[in-house]
């Protein structure tokens, strides 16, 4: 065993003497003295202002006692604290390689400004990817591909219960507030909107007037705080939400479960963070801390949430109503699917947002350990929609990190309708990826309320560059779509893309993940038994799991083709009423 780990007094390799010691502590302090003396000596005013401030910074640092490395190191510690500050920008502009995703990579950024700016964006020489490496995926493309020249594609969105079901684009810009954005890139997004013909989601912080200005069509989305339509309590308010839900503006309602920075947790806007604008906006009072709840006072359990939804559809017109999730625990999902069978009333969408997904600040541990990533999320989604017999009953849309064509198609592949992207359009109107957003010191204007910071960021400009990303993203889908061989992007299917495994063996997409069987669900016969067992467990009355159902189907299961008394669960039918978790424990009883 080496000595150096036996020996508890080791001795250091070099032996440098006390004095070198001193002079790297404090060479830089000592350094900063002289400049003031030879100042004062030769009467030159820089010296003297340079070496005085930094003589006076090194006194300071060493009557200070909060920081070691300060009290060690006067004023050359500081450097260490700068270097800290600005270490997003040195690597991002230094050590960062083109592929490297922290959280976009270079590349991911570069497509999106030269689309925004209408410039090429090709490359030579050949991809940067390894496509040997586990995880590439490719579409396979058809010896019958077709060029496609009408790139505006688009989807209905509006059930049975709609009256003004609304005709949208396949790309479109994601939740982001007024006050977590600035009322410049509000602006400039809602015009860019408005140009693209796409639409728009205002986030959970209400309408505001630069949602209004340009009149591109908005997604109204609802959270927990019921911004633009609460009272002094902070409930839902009907009244103030029915005269903005009209608006032929809005053209559909979000309600909003969770979003997949921070999925199960609230917010709070600092009460000396709220302007006249955001009071007015919100219909918050001044002078208090601006709360946004972590669950929703409008109802608790899911037929409850039904209800709602109807309540909403009628309040605004009937319009297009659905709701926003990242999804957490399974069976709460399965809980609200099965309350939209037992009442024959299904939302008219709903969008996953996954866990990667993070324009606005959160907790670490949120943003790195909380909720579902988006491709497992809509999966699950998508399949609990299928085995309950009710996909085509209800458009779903996905966001989370889409930013290319290839994003779009991948996710249409698996079966989703539309995608929503909010920090693709934020690099649009200029974000450079500070990392900032949360300190009201964004560079570019884009995330901050300062106004000086604001007014760099130019409106008309930056809307043509919110219109131009559109277009040529869907450009760059259109000629995906051409190559596979059709004629529209609702017409991928998983078996278009191909997946590389950890072995070097190739999977097509639609054997690699799972997808039930159409209306496998109701009989709890999928393929997949954990998909059996959530269903079983999901409580249509409440958002708590039913454990004894996920007890009396395993019994159940174990008991088929045995000499038993016990009673098969597909045999035992839930009055119309009567929550099905009491029929499944019904159905072990002899």
């Known amino acids: 065993m080496p000595q150096s780990r036996t020996n508890l007094n080791p001795k250091p390799k070099q032996n440098l003497p006390y004095v070198i010691g001193l002079l790297l502590r404090y060479g830089v302090f000592a350094a900063t003295i002289v400049l003031f003396l030879l100042g004062v000596f030769l009467v030159n005013w820089w010296l003297f202002v340079i070496g005085g401030i930094g003589a006076g910074l090194g006194i300071y640092d060493l009557i200070q006692r909060k920081h070691a490395i300060l009290y060690n190191y006067p004023v050359a510690g500081h450097i260490r604290y700068i270097l800290e500050d600005f270490r997003p920008e040195i690597r991002q502009y230094l050590l960062e390689n083109d592929k490297e995703q922290v959280p976009f990579s270079r590349q991911q950024r570069a497509l999106v400004y030269q689309r925004a700016k209408n410039v090429s964006d090709t490359n030579a020489f050949g991809t940067l990817d390894n ?3 586990h995880g590439k995926e490719w579409f396979l493309q058809s010896e019958i591909n077709q060029p496609i020249t009408d790139n505006d594609f688009r989807i209905t969105v509006g059930g049975e219960r709609c009256a003004q079901p609304y005709d949208m684009s396949v790309f479109n810009i994601s939740a982001m507030s007024f006050g977590s954005l600035s009322a410049n890139a509000i602006m400039a997004l809602n015009q860019g909107a408005k140009m693209g013909n796409f639409t728009h989601d205002t986030g959970e912080g209400a309408i505001s007037p630069y949602h209004r200005k340009f009149g591109g069509d908005l997604i109204w989305e609802l959270g927990t705080g019921y911004f633009g339509c609460r009272d002094d309590n902070g409930h839902f308010n009907p009244e103030t939400f029915a005269k903005q839900a009209v608006d032929p503006q809005v053209k559909m309602i979000e309600i909003k479960l969770s979003q997949g920075a921070k999925p199960g947790k609230g917010g709070v806007l600092p009460s000396e963070k709220i302007t006249e604008e955001i009071a007015a906006t919100r219909h918050v009072p001044m002078g208090q801390d601006c709360i946004s709840p972590s669950a929703h006072s409008a109802f608790s359990n899911p037929y409850e949430m039904v209800d709602f939804w109807q309540q909403l559809r009628e309040l605004s017109g009937r319009k297009p109503v659905g709701f926003k999730l990242c999804i957490g625990q399974p069976w709460q999902f399965m809980a609200i699917v099965k309350a939209m069978i037992e009442r024959d009333n299904y939302p008219d969408f709903i969008v996953i947002d996954g866990a990667e997904g993070g324009t606005g600040a959160a907790p670490v541990e949120f943003m790195d350990s909380v909720g579902m990533p988006l491709v497992d999320g809509f999966l699950l ?21 889409i930013v290319s064509g290839f994003d779009i198609a991948r996710m249409l592949a698996l ?3 539309w995608c929503n992207s909010a920090r693709g359009f934020m690099f649009a109107v200029g974000c450079i990826q500070s990392r900032s957003c949360h300190t009201n010191t964004c560079p570019t204007g884009v995330a901050t309320q300062d ?11 930056k809307a043509e560059r919110v219109a ?16 596979v061989g059709l004629s529209h992007p609702s017409h991928l299917q998983p078996y278009h893309i191909a997946r590389r495994l950890e072995d070097g063996q190739i999977k097509l997409l639609s054997k690699y993940y799972y997808f039930t069987d159409e209306g496998a669900l109701l009989d709890q016969s999928a393929r997949s038994d954990v998909f059996n067992q959530m269903w079983v467990m999901a409580d249509p009355s409440s958002f708590l799991p039913d454990h004894d159902a996920l007890i ?8 088929k083709g045995k000499n038993t008394k016990a009673q098969s669960i597909k045999t ?3 009055a119309p009423n009567e929550p099905l978790s009491k029929s499944l424990q019904l159905g072990t009883r002899s």
């Open 131 to 133: 496509l040997y490496e």
């Open 381 to 401: 989604v998508h399949n609990t929609l299928v085995g309950a017999g009710i996909r085509d009953k209800i458009k779903l849309g996905v966001s989370g990190k």
């Open 415 to 417: 079966g989703a309708d």
């Open 451 to 461: 106004p000086f910071r604001q007014r760099a960021l130019d409106v008309p400009s």
């Open 468 to 483: 131009s990303f559109h277009k040529n993203t869907l450009k760059s889908l259109a000629s995906i779509v051409g190559a």
């Open 552 to 559: 009396a189907y395993n019994k159940d299961s174990r008991d």
């Open 572 to 574: 035992v039918n839930a």
